[in-house]
């Protein structure tokens, strides 16, 4: 009994051991199918990352061609540009009218000599000192006669103004004449006398009487100067700063010079026609100081644009070309403005107001010598004085 039994348990564990045999292989097919399938995974997320990052690159690449693209666009539009002309009308020689320029300033100055010469310089009350005397009338004075007769007694040149009293209603005609002295009171009731007898009808009462110290009108004087001189630096470090990347120290200085030549016309035409230098001739020339810097403020901007735009052209090129540029807006705004002060000189003229003729009729001049100066003096001056600078440098070299 003992012997089948051992016999059945050996023949049993074969079949076991078989069992193990494939649990155990079964086991191993599964861990290898698990790590095939997170070899899968990782290769798939390797393979997706570096898709990821292949798309960046082409991006990125895609960007730099967009913008060498864009940059080749814009420089061939610049070179284009450049090509291209900057102004398209004609382009006048203003640089080849140096003795023009300069014929017309020697002749401005020859004119101003012989004026002052031939008729003087008539400072008014404010500036030399003199008397104020102002009479009340009744009916209507000749402004003439009054002029002639108080010459008679004074022996001097006088200036006679009427107007209305603001105090009542009657007429005041006011008679000044420049003097050292002033008028005392003998010569000046020898003075009052002398009118009431030419003129008996218009009933002339004294109602009042000043005067100006000589010292007090020098100061005034002085003043006028100042003010002037002090405008003239101004306007040299102004455009010395603005246009300082064309020379602007220079530029600045022919710019002033500019000036003085419209002031040297506005004060010859005043003594041309005998008209005293007064507070209106201050006006004037204050007037055209502003007027003529403005013009000139415009060209030398125009140069500057120029040389932005046409990087290689000459100083001469330039310009020329920023006053060809600028030539119609100046004519343009030069008539309108001179038309103005002609209507008013007109309309002085007609009602008798003599007075404004001394600040319209120098204006116009100035106005249009400032027109003149800001396209002919101030640049051509301007460019000798920088082919004489360029000069020096190259016989220093």
């Keep these: 009994m003992s012997k089948k039994g051992g016999k059945k348990n050996n023949s049993n564990k074969p079949k076991q051991n078989v069992q193990k045999a494939a649990d155990t292989a079964k086991k191993n097919v599964q861990k290898a199918e698990n790590a095939a399938e997170q070899t899968l995974k990782e290769t798939k997320k390797t393979v997706s990352s570096s898709a990821a990052v292949s798309k960046e690159e082409a991006k990125e690449v895609l960007n730099s061609v967009a913008s060498l693209k864009t940059k080749a666009?814009?420089?061939?539009?610049?070179?284009?540009?450049?090509?291209?002309?900057?102004?398209?009308?004609?382009?006048?020689?203003?640089?080849?009218?140096?003795?023009?320029?300069?014929?017309?300033?020697?002749?401005?100055?020859a004119v101003l000599i012989v004026g002052i010469i031939a008729r003087g310089i008539r400072f008014a009350i404010e500036f030399k000192g003199?008397?104020?005397?102002?009479?009340?009338?009744?009916?209507?004075?000749?402004?003439?006669?009054?002029?002639?007769?108080?010459?008679e007694v004074i022996d001097t040149s006088v200036t006679v103004r009427t107007g209305d009293s603001l105090d009542s209603d009657s007429k005041q005609i006011t008679i000044s004449f420049t003097s050292e002295d002033g008028l005392n009171v003998d010569r000046q009731e020898q003075l009052t006398s002398a009118l009431q007898e030419k003129n008996p009808d218009n009933n002339l009462v004294l109602f009042d009487s000043n005067d100006v110290s000589p010292s007090s009108g020098r100061e005034f004087l002085m003043k006028c100067v100042v003010a002037v001189i002090f405008a003239a630096i101004l306007v040299i470090i102004y455009i010395a700063v603005r246009f300082r990347k064309i020379g602007g120290w220079s530029a600045g200085a022919?710019?002033?010079?500019?000036?003085?030549?419209?002031?040297?016309?506005?004060?010859?035409?005043?003594?041309?026609?005998?008209?005293?230098?007064?507070?209106?001739?201050?006006?004037?020339?204050?007037?055209?100081?502003?007027?003529?810097i403005n013009n000139t403020i415009v060209i030398y901007d125009r140069i500057r644009e120029n040389r932005t735009l046409m990087p290689k052209a000459s100083l001469t090129e330039l310009i020329n070309t920023g006053c060809s540029q600028s030539l119609t807006r100046s004519i343009r705004t030069s008539v309108t403005t001179i038309s103005t002060m002609l209507i008013i000189t007109i309309v002085v003229l007609v009602t008798g107001y003599d007075s404004l003729l001394s600040f319209s009729v120098p204006l116009m001049a100035g106005l249009i010598s400032g027109t003149y100066s800001s396209l002919f003096v101030a640049p051509v001056t301007w460019h000798w004085w920088k082919n004489r600078e360029k000069a020096k440098k190259a016989a220093a070299k």
């Design 73 to 109: 666009a814009a420089s061939a539009a610049a070179k284009s540009k450049s090509k291209a002309p900057v102004y398209t009308g004609k382009v006048y020689n203003f640089c080849g009218k140096k003795r023009m320029i300069l014929g017309i300033l020697i002749a401005v100055i």
């Design 130 to 151: 003199g008397t104020l005397i102002t009479y009340t009338y009744d009916g209507e004075l000749d402004t003439k006669e009054v002029e002639n007769t108080v010459r």
């Design 254 to 292: 022919c710019s002033v010079f500019a000036l003085l030549h419209d002031l040297l016309v506005a004060l010859t035409v005043s003594i041309l026609c005998g008209f005293e230098f007064n507070s209106n001739i201050v006006a004037v020339l204050l007037t055209i100081l502003g007027y003529s």
